[in-house]
């Protein structure tokens, strides 16, 4: 098992920005990514951004791209996510999540990851 733990949220301007963690603890030996994932009141979770823990390859859904930075601090199995330039629509629950395995495909799906953190809450006001 995986216990991942997130910090970070809160409520800020927009323009403003925020750095989200993640700490991994438990079977983290071996695994594929680490990600994190968004939910807004009434709609589905959706993917933010990804990390390859291996080689550092990252990915970013085009809404956030240029404004967040996903990193890691792999000796510390901490994730990172520098959000800047912060909209009234990141307005969310934001997730991190762990994946164990490669993808066949995309690896944007949230149902292809195995754990889950419990959420902190980011809130950008307009």
């Known amino acids: 098992q995986v216990q991942l733990v997130e910090s970070g949220g809160g409520l800020v301007q927009a323009g403003g920005s925020l750095r989200l963690s993640c700490i991994a603890s438990g079977r983290t030996f071996s695994f594929y990514a680490m990600g994190w994932f968004r939910q807004a009141p009434g709609k589905e979770r959706e993917f933010v951004s990804a990390?390859?823990?291996?080689?550092?390859?990252?990915y970013y859904a085009d809404s956030v791209k240029g404004r967040f930075t996903i990193s890691t601090d792999n000796a510390k199995n901490t994730l990172y996510l520098q959000m800047n330039s912060l909209k009234f629509e990141d307005t969310a629950v934001y997730y991190c999540?762990?994946?164990?395995?490669?993808?066949?495909?995309?690896?944007?799906?949230?149902?292809?990851?195995?754990?889950w953190g419990q959420g902190t809450q980011v809130t950008v006001s307009s």
């Open positions: 999540a762990l994946k164990l395995n490669p993808p066949s495909g995309s690896i944007r799906p949230a149902n292809l990851w195995n754990f």
């Open positions: 990390i390859n823990w291996s080689d550092g390859s990252t």
